[in-house]
């Protein structure tokens, strides 16, 4: 098949999955009022592989299969196939309103991780999860499958290791070997696009010891398995009126708390089943992967931060004051070294044994640590160049309602030339991306997806050839 | 009289005023979903200077009235005033869940400011406002008012004076004057309380040129007055839930457009009529009384993040993470620096001409500059420690459906002993603080309100000696 | 006596003392071409003292002895006795070429930590410490006399206590307990201006187990006395040339390895002996006193920055650059930031049962923190202001070679009207301060003086009252 | 030729060149007790070119000359001959103890600027300059010439014009056109290592106007023609003493002072004369180039800094700290975040129409700036770890003295298995680099050194395409 439509994949979602939000079940997800608009959002996904425009870059004709595949599913081999899946997930979210779609990308960072580290788990257990990862990936590729990752644990106290925990399910586990599969329980927090993608991967979420190794499984299952239940979180969605929320009334992310009340997964679908060495392994493969997909999406939204920004300066006339023209070059320092770095990550990139590009990891962590650590502060940029009206400015129903139109019409413009409510829309879009309750999320967003600010933090420091620097600093003073 | 009641406060909003929200004329604010909650919130006021607990420092006997009176209106006379005055707006801040009441604290700034400046104005003009400045300011106190003060004008083009602009009307000014009064036309921005009080007090934004004299106006006037319009903004104001917004669904502040659609101000109201050399002094002069009021009302919500963070690094369990600890300093820094220099601009005050103590202009501006500095730095120092659930987390209705609040109650627990309840509820905090409608609000209002950033550093430098300075570096290089 | 002469002063100081410097034996610190300029620098307090201009602050009648004293021996007993001995740190810092001279302040910081902590010490152990502290400060008033401060362990491996070092003298211990006093041996670093003192105070550097009970010992002892021997660094003394070096050809600090060669101590000079419980206390109150200090002698510096770069502004013709006002701000918030927290300090202070004013812990460590955490970036600051030639320009000695004095006047000009030698003093000035061993000695005193940054910061988290802030968000969430 | 050895170099400074240092005319600068050290550093460059182990990187086969050549001269013309120029200049550094050659690297830069610039120039005004540029190229390449570029003006008021200035000179202009050539007049400030090398080139270092003309001159002059006199900057240069100078007793680099007095320049090495509208170009053309050469060769320092803490911090016992794996991940942060947009700045270069490789501007300039901005933060943090015995330590006298050695020996060890003098050179490393006169001159250099930090935030600002973002912006709220 290779290539599925927008409307087939739409249709595939009617599975009589198990989610609720707002406090009840929802009964078809593409038609529901907040999520069915996440489902249009990554529709977006399967429009842009058959897009005259976009093809070239999201397809690609796969030598396996002989079909055109979602370019997603193609293993990267070089630094160019590195370049063109960075790009691609650039592309896509910058047509998405710089809202990432995420319905492949994470699961092919996840199938790239598991390719590499079940060959390890294999060599060292005799294991042969390598097989059953390479078909599952090749069945996501002919079926043009979405992915949805759910690793994160629920966790309870931080500061226990599983076994310690008051509660028994804070870590999903396997609950029952079978002949045929494993039962699976617990509960995964914040899985993104979870209501909208055909398959789940469970990771485990940390490294493990011995008495947890229950907790060292990964899988994959549809979402409709009998068992698994979602709870969709409302926070992030704004009301749906494009006026006050340009962006986020029509894209939008939805993050689900995932249940997986004793869940039954064939053998054919397991990855890792109590080889509790590798848990913290396959947890970090995995976010290398994807601290690579994050800084490949997170430009496009600075992208908006710098074109509002400019935009109002020069609405508002303010364009050639020297503090803004401070603050526009941070804007645009901000974003060019996430981008710079990302770049580096690709051309650098190392090639693993099984002939896999792995990005390089100094460079990915500096990237996304730099996106994260500064975020907020870029954040603080573009509203002190927007000003004050960004949250005390009109309602909608205010500028419609023919008794205060006028006096909006005529008291809010900024410079001449420039249209009223075209400026209370750029004053808008600066609210909708981070000033509500869409700014709050993505601000939460640049702190914790992909690893918190310490995991890169940890990862920088863990991975760099401290002693190389060492060696310089005794050659110079004579020492050894 | 002296003092007023809560309930005396609200029957005198409901005196036809003309507020508009939501597209629609409001009949009684006092009955308004979203205005009324800022009209409990503002009661506060009222309540405090009857409270036994709190009297004492609220009201004061009036050596001039014989009567007891709101201690807003006591003109401050040496540092303990000015303490007293800080400590009034952190107390009345702090119980107001974070939230400043504002409904006599910057009235009665710019009754200050008024007075200074009316008295120079006086004395090379030949006028008389300042009989009239404490006339007014002596009715207020004996009639225990509620005041908004409007002085941003809507502007236009930043870049042009009033007389440059292509609308005659971006800035409030003089259309008409009287014998026994003028009339006025224009808008003001970002009003905040102007639904429930009863006087607004105009001021004028910025120096001005002899062309722009009609700019140059300073008055006040009943919010009910002919050709008064207010068009309230709906944003910073969330759904009424009180899980989901434990602050805001019962604290906040609603700012308007205020329209002087040709308002007429009787002479004994008016306090500045074309005097255009003094408009950038009074604008000035208000702002430095002001920012004291701000400095004294930033640190309850500061204490609120850190309260917020630490009760949810407890819950987590993961208090004594050394990068918690860390931003928990962080956070400690943030707030005793804005509060430490606030308490050094009270003691270290200047004692007017005329007998009033001016909080220090270098101290106050440094507090306020720290706090709108490091603002967003510490939204993400809390959205750090707080996690990812701030936004992904489960919705109120999904808490209560018995379909899935056992799988929540189970799951979404933290450390043994706090109900997963309780800690939804400190995770909601977070978000309704800093990742919601009204946390964008806040993040607005730390950069615009009380002047910009930029604002601040322009008045340091321009205050500061730097000749002092010089002539100790040129007695150590023996230059002079 | 009250006080002494200059003079007098130097006279004490030749005493047979033990320094060495430069690899040879000091004959007469007084006179040592590089000790003699900080004997020279510090005579300066002497001078105060008798000097009409000054005397008021610097000496004060004091009601115990019925004489003039030096205010430094005057116990702090309200904010005005702190704001006194902070005005009089600034000044003799100001006019000591923003370099502290120390030979009082870092000694009566010790002795009313003593004060402090002998009366604890004394209360549970029954001892008689606190008769001996108040004993020997008084003598230090009625002759006098200049006191160091050693505290500073040397430490060896930083991760082991004192009893499970490889050497057993990295820590100053007692090695033998006589009838008439202890023996102690061990050295401490950085001492700063021992070798010109009368008396040096030997305090604990931290907390301590029993097992380290040797090492809680707290005395005092003549520089002078057998076995005190002092190795002078070399480090941050420039060559005498006050063309190149403006302020540190005259006015500098000096440290010394301070070695204990079994020196013998009479217990009428011995504070602590053994009372392992107590060592982190007495080294914790010790310090909070002299941060104290500390932020009261910094400003002068940052003056002398704030000034110079001025200069170097308007000398160069770049004063209204907005980048150049944009670092003048900075420098003057860096400024004034530690100035305004160090007054609020003083007036915020607790006052101790004994009727001692003690600085506000949060206040002084925030001041402390601030300058530390700045410091660097406000060299920066003043190095991009004053340009490259800090470090390109000519020698003094090119400066006076006729063959190129007339290239250097006609091409190193600045603005008109300012003499060239005197825009190359300038720009010495700021290499003086900023680029050189003296600037490169500031850094470090920047650092590690008066404990490292994170010294402050663990101050800071250990002493803040978390748990009223905890109390707001709970009152907030209406938990418990 | 092609290469020439290192002593053919030295041989060839001997040849009449005027020199000025410490006040007297230096005879032979390869003798000179401070420039000798430059000289014998900068020597490295030769022997790099003839060694076995690097000769592939630091030389090439040159197809137009059919020699062997120093591959600073081969034009770069993809990314791999950026990634191998960059390879070079890093490499070189490294082994030069982290202080950069410079004697090929910024002259080549100049040669590329000139290239570029005098073929435009040449289309417009029918000049023949690039024919001359690559002449001279060709000779600096055959005969292996060193070379320094002489640019920034002395400037006078930084405010004016040339023309508007007091004085005449302050920008090299000509005086006189004759028929075989032109005469110059005018000094240039912080020439680095002119005083060893074979040729200057000039080039003007600003935008100009038509008045002054006669300032947009751009040539190259042997050292030692009749009229060029150089005045050595002494600062920077420390004592020769390698225990407490690791680095900089022996690798240094030395700036002048160079006076152009009437020098006669023969029309063949005239590379523009009078065509004030390509000052601005050329000026900036060739700051591009030398950027990405400084952003090739501050990594080796950055790694010093990350060698010495680490380092120390294992000597102290502190490793583990928790503050010093955040500062030693800071370093690391800093360092690669430089390093990786460096590289990306060769990988994402423009080819231009010449053919040859242009570095990103950009990222070029984010990897600069990074470096400038962060310097003296990373220097903090690098003192923080090393401790105060960086400039309270004993003097290498004491440490020889029989008298002192014994108690050093004892009292300074650090770890077990590390000897004490090894601990003291490593913190002499950390002075020498940080906290002395060359540590000033680092700091001055990462600020003024290939522009100042305001250079590059303007040059990012106006290179960015804010148009595309502003487009984005637009498309978000449905505007045009």
Same mark, same amino acid.
């Given at each position: =098949?290779?290539?599925?439509?927008?409307?087939?994949?739409?249709?595939?979602? $009617?599975?009589?999955?198990?989610? #609720?939000? &707002?406090?009840?079940? %929802?009964?078809?997800?593409?038609?529901?009022?907040?999520?069915?608009?996440?489902?249009?959002?990554?529709?977006?996904?399967?429009?842009?592989?058959?897009?005259?425009?976009?093809?070239?870059?999201?397809? !690609?004709?796969?030598?396996?299969?002989?079909?055109?595949?979602?370019?997603?599913?193609?293993?990267?081999?070089?630094?160019?196939?590195?370049?063109? $899946?960075?790009? =691609?997930?650039?592309?896509?979210?910058?047509?998405? /309103? &710089?809202?990432?779609?995420?319905?492949?990308?994470?699961?092919?960072?996840?199938?790239?991780?598991?390719?590499?580290?079940? $060959?390890? %788990?294999?060599?060292?257990?005799?294991?042969? #999860?390598?097989?059953?990862?390479?078909?599952?990936?090749?069945?996501?590729?002919?079926?043009?499958?979405?992915?949805?990752?759910?690793?994160?644990? +629920?966790?309870?106290?931080?500061?226990?290791?599983?076994?310690?925990?008051?509660?028994?399910?804070? !870590?999903?586990?396997?609950?029952?070997? $079978?002949?045929? /599969?494993?039962?699976?329980?617990?509960?995964?927090?914040?899985?993104?696009?979870?209501?909208?993608?055909?398959?789940?991967? %469970?990771?485990?979420?940390?490294?493990?010891?011995?008495?947890?190794?229950?907790?060292?499984?990964?899988?994959?299952?549809?979402?409709?398995?009998?068992?698994?239940?979602?709870?969709?979180?409302?926070?992030?969605?704004?009301?749906?009126?494009?006026?006050?929320?340009?962006?986020?009334?029509?894209?939008? =992310?939805?993050?689900?708390?995932?249940?997986?009340?004793?869940?039954?997964?064939?053998?054919?679908?397991?990855?890792?089943?109590?080889?509790?060495?590798?848990?913290?392994?396959?947890?970090?493969?995995?976010?290398?992967?994807?601290?690579?997909?994050? +800084?490949?999406?997170?430009?496009?939204?600075?992208?908006?931060?710098?074109?509002?920004?400019?935009?109002?300066?020069? !609405?508002?006339?303010?364009?050639?004051?020297?503090?803004?023209?401070?603050? =526009?070059?941070?804007?645009?320092?901000?974003?060019?070294?996430?981008?710079?770095?990302?770049?580096?990550?690709?051309?650098?990139?190392?090639?693993?044994?099984?002939?896999?590009? %792995?990005?390089?990891?100094?460079?990915?962590?500096?990237?996304?640590?730099?996106?994260?650590?500064?975020?907020?502060?870029?954040?603080?940029?573009?509203?002190?160049?927007?000003?004050?009206?960004? +949250?005390?400015?009109?309602?909608?129903?205010?500028?419609?309602?023919?008794?205060?139109?006028?006096?909006?019409?005529?008291?809010?413009?900024?410079?001449?030339?420039?249209?009223?409510?075209?400026?209370?829309?750029?004053?808008?879009?600066?609210?909708?991306?981070?000033?509500?309750?869409?700014?709050?999320?993505?601000?939460?967003?640049?702190?914790?997806?992909?690893?918190?600010?310490?995991?890169?933090?940890?990862?920088?420091?863990?991975? #760099?050839?401290?002693?190389?620097?060492?060696?310089?600093?005794?050659?110079?003073?004579?020492?050894?």
């Amino acid at each position: =098949m290779g290539l599925r439509t927008a409307d087939e994949f739409r249709e595939g979602l $009617r599975d009589g999955r198990v989610v #609720y939000a &707002g406090g009840e079940q %929802v009964a078809d997800v593409t038609a529901h009022p907040d999520i069915g608009i996440g489902v249009d959002h990554v529709a977006l996904d399967f429009e842009l592989a058959e897009d005259p425009e976009h093809a070239d870059l999201f397809a !690609y004709d796969d030598g396996e299969t002989g079909e055109t595949c979602s370019r997603y599913f193609k293993r990267p081999q070089d630094p160019q196939d590195l370049l063109n $899946r960075r790009e =691609m997930i650039e592309r896509s979210t910058r047509l998405g /309103g &710089g809202v990432v779609l995420l319905i492949k990308e994470i699961g092919t960072d996840a199938l790239l991780a598991l390719d590499l580290v079940s $060959r390890v %788990v294999d060599s060292k257990a005799g294991t042969g #999860y390598n097989r059953r990862v390479h078909a599952f990936h090749e069945e996501c590729k002919r079926r043009d499958l979405s992915l949805a990752v759910a690793q994160t644990d +629920v966790k309870g106290d931080r500061a226990l290791l599983p076994s310690e925990q008051e509660h028994p399910d804070y !870590y999903v586990h396997i609950v029952e070997e $079978r002949a045929d /599969g494993i039962v699976v329980r617990g509960a995964k927090a914040h899985t993104t696009c979870a209501p909208y993608v055909d398959e789940l991967i %469970v990771l485990p979420t940390r490294a493990l010891k011995a008495d947890d190794a229950s907790c060292a499984v990964s899988f994959s299952t549809p979402v409709n398995a009998p068992g698994v239940k979602l709870i969709a979180s409302p926070f992030g969605s704004p009301e749906p009126n494009t006026f006050h929320h340009p962006v986020s009334a029509r894209h939008r =992310m939805i993050d689900t708390l995932t249940i997986f009340d004793d869940v039954f997964i064939p053998n054919e679908r397991v990855f890792l089943k109590g080889e509790w060495e590798a848990a913290g392994f396959l947890a970090n493969t995995f976010v290398e992967f994807h601290r690579f997909t994050a +800084v490949s999406y997170k430009p496009p939204l600075c992208d908006l931060f710098i074109g509002a920004a400019a935009l109002l300066a020069d !609405y508002n006339g303010i364009a050639k004051a020297s503090h803004v023209r401070e603050k =526009m070059t941070k804007l645009i320092t901000y974003t060019e070294t996430v981008r710079g770095l990302s770049l580096a990550a690709a051309h650098d990139c190392r090639i693993a044994d099984s002939g896999v590009a %792995v990005p390089n990891i100094i460079f990915t962590n500096l990237a996304k640590f730099h996106f994260a650590n500064d975020y907020h502060q870029s954040v603080s940029w573009v509203q002190d160049i927007a000003g004050g009206l960004v +949250v005390t400015g009109p309602s909608e129903a205010d500028v419609r309602n023919p008794e205060t139109s006028g006096y909006i019409e005529r008291f809010l413009g900024g410079v001449k030339g420039v249209g009223t409510e075209d400026r209370l829309r750029a004053i808008n879009l600066v609210r909708d991306l981070t000033a509500s309750t869409f700014g709050g999320y993505n601000e939460l967003l640049a702190i914790h997806a992909e690893g918190s600010l310490e995991a890169q933090k940890i990862t920088i420091f863990r991975d #760099y050839d401290v002693e190389r620097c060492k060696s310089l600093a005794k050659l110079a003073i004579g020492v050894e």
